[in-house]
């Protein structure tokens, strides 16, 4: 890792997940990966002179936490990629469109948006979703000058299949929970093994290797989630499980670099 990853970089990895740090702690992490005192003071005057890390004054003295500018320059946390479910209201929403083939590119990066919001594709040009997005969605079609070629609806299903077997369908659930599955099969051996080890010292750097790569592994799975309501879910879905996992395992990590020097 040493010259690989810049100080700024290891910093807001960190302080991810608005977590409070003290210096002292920070500095001495950094400097078992080869970074300097004078590098690491560098880097948190320069993060908080862009807004990207604040100082908090608490009792115990002063902390570093990250702002939403800051936690913005992490765009695959698995804190930043997993949102917050919502009721489902028991509707459809879908999407259809019909832009010609010469607008190709502009078809291109409305799909590619659809994908982002969570939709799902039916057919070619039909995507559905269980959460009402038409605002955001109507929102791009009028920037994007879409506005004859797109229109928006709710509607009812009324075909012979449940609703969870129809999303399970739309968006492959079985391929994500088979996968959600593999990473908690990956490392809960290894979380069980470090809550044993909770006392045991200097393996930070071991930690927040397995920390980066836990992230990385989830990231990849979330990027791609859907996450939709519960009541469309399968019964044994993997998700939240693997979620909790990494958190606790998160949690673990911090616990142990909070517990030294600046504590």
């Known amino acids: ?150 229109e928006t609806f709710s509607a009812q299903h009324l075909g012979a299949s449940n609703s969870r077997t129809l999303a399970s369908w739309i968006w492959r659930l079985e391929e994500f929970n088979r996968r959600y599955s593999e990473f908690i099969g990956r490392y809960n051996p290894l979380l069980s093994r470090l809550r044993r080890e909770a006392s045991a010292k200097g393996q930070e750097m071991g930690l927040l290797r397995l920390k980066r790569r836990i992230e990385k592994d989830l990231a990849q799975i979330l990027r791609n989630d859907p996450q939709l309501p519960n009541d469309l879910l399968p019964s044994d879905w993997r998700g939240e499980k693997a979620y909790q996992l990494f958190e606790e395992y998160y949690d673990l990590v911090l616990l142990r670099i909070s517990s030294r020097r600046g504590k």
Request: with cysteine.
């Open 1 to 150: 890792m040493k010259g690989r990853v810049s100080t700024t970089k290891i910093i807001l990895s960190l302080l991810d997940d608005a977590l409070k740090l003290r210096r002292d702690p920070m500095t001495f992490l950094l400097e078992e990966m080869g970074k300097t005192a004078r590098a690491v003071q560098v880097a948190l005057t320069r993060l908080e002179k862009k807004g990207q890390i604040k100082k908090v004054n608490q009792k115990e003295g002063v902390f570093f936490s990250l702002t939403d500018e800051g936690r913005a320059q992490i765009p695959d946390s698995p804190h930043r990629l997993k949102r917050k479910k919502r009721r489902w209201d028991g509707k459809w929403y879908l999407v259809s469109f019909d832009i010609p083939e010469k607008n190709r590119r502009m078809r291109n990066l409305f799909r590619r948006y659809l994908v982002s919001l969570g939709c799902g594709r039916m057919q070619k040009s039909l995507w559905i979703s269980p959460y009402n997005l038409s605002r955001r969605i109507q929102s791009m079609i009028n920037e994007m000058g879409l506005e004859k070629y797109v």
